[in-house]
């Protein structure tokens, strides 16, 4: 079983915190269309015949592709890959994106989860992150896809926001709570060089919180969530029961996913590949049979440090069968013996096969997973 990741990078404005690959020239939506549907087929050696278990299309804002245009990308996938037998095929949108004549348009596709990128229901915030929606037409959404027959519904947060304060966060995770989404992903606000908010920043015209408010709200928001009766299984990811991410899952595991459009990832368990961050370079590429991307090798130390990072993360932990299955005894007694002071300390907890964060553990996880990584002298 493998994922199929697909890069939409059209955006209709952009958003002042995000650094992911994007757009504003819809004018080649058709062109793009037309050389991501070659790729799919292109590449089609690249999985080995592993069937595809998640689709997933991500941005970008995919929600400003058409009906008509997704169509086109499915036939692609079904060309190579066969009937669309994927349990979960997820679409990012924007709130504001999904009127209810889309919405329906929406439901007539393989389509079977839809992830909202809601950030906050605080107005003002909105408008200062340069957001299209407002809270209101964010609440409508969900009641539309519901409506529409979505039953897996999962919203985006973001924490740490400026000015933000325990009674605005709490108000947003009451917010998220009352819609009853399947599925929340919370992220801690990054100022990443290159964005306008970075910018911002470094003009001293917003300021960033506090460490001791950033901890704070993520413990807001774990104890919260889980009240609620959502399962913390990564650290940014909560559920209810059933309901995790399958797609996002299958990167923590290790499953192999083909990625097409571009800055656009693959995975195939021995190498990563990443397409050109331009949709120039990228149609050039694809059009003439020549792809433009880079690949990445990953050796031993690599992959051994790769698979800390992505499984001590989820409540799954790391397996230490598998560490010495794959890595070797000598990996195996490493990984026990950097993980030592932090059992010893209760924010690491061994269940059976697995190393895994306690609820202490959660806060330190950055400084937890670098001691576990293999440094070469």
Known sequence: MA?????????????????????????????????????IEQRKEYLNGESIDTIYFGGGTPSQLSAAHFSKVFDAITAVYGPITAKEITLEANPDDLTEEYVKQLAELPFNRISMGVQTFNDDTLQ??????????????VRRCRKAGFNNISIDLIYGLPGETRQSWKADLEKAIGLNVEHISAYHLIYEEDTVLYTLRQQHKVEEVDEDSSLLFFEMLIDQLREAGYEHYEISNFAKPGMYSRHNTSYWQGISYLGCGPSAHSFNGVSREWNVASLE?????????????????????????????????????????????????EYLDYALRM????????????????????????????????DLLWVEE
């Open 339 to 370: 993980a030592d002071t932090h059992l010893q300390s209760g924010k690491l907890e061994r269940n059976d096969d697995n190393l895994r964060l306690t609820r202490t553990g959660i806060f330190l996880s950055d400084d937890i997973m670098s």
């Open 128 to 141: 200062l992150l340069k957001r299209r929606h407002s809270a209101m037409q964010a609440e409508e959404a």
């Open 3 to 39: 994922g199929l990741y697909i890069h939409i990078p059209f955006c209709k404005t952009r958003c002042i915190y995000c650094d992911f690959y994007s757009t504003t020239c819809s004018d080649r939506t058709d062109t793009f269309i037309d050389a991501l549907c070659l790729e």
């Open 281 to 329: 370079d990228y149609i050039k590429g694809i059009s003439e049979g020549c792809r433009n991307f880079e690949k990445e090798e990953l050796d031993h130390i690599t992959r051994y440090n790769e698979y800390i990072i992505t499984t001590i993360r989820t409540h799954w932990g790391a397996s230490l069968n598998y560490i010495e299955k794959e890595f070797g005894k």
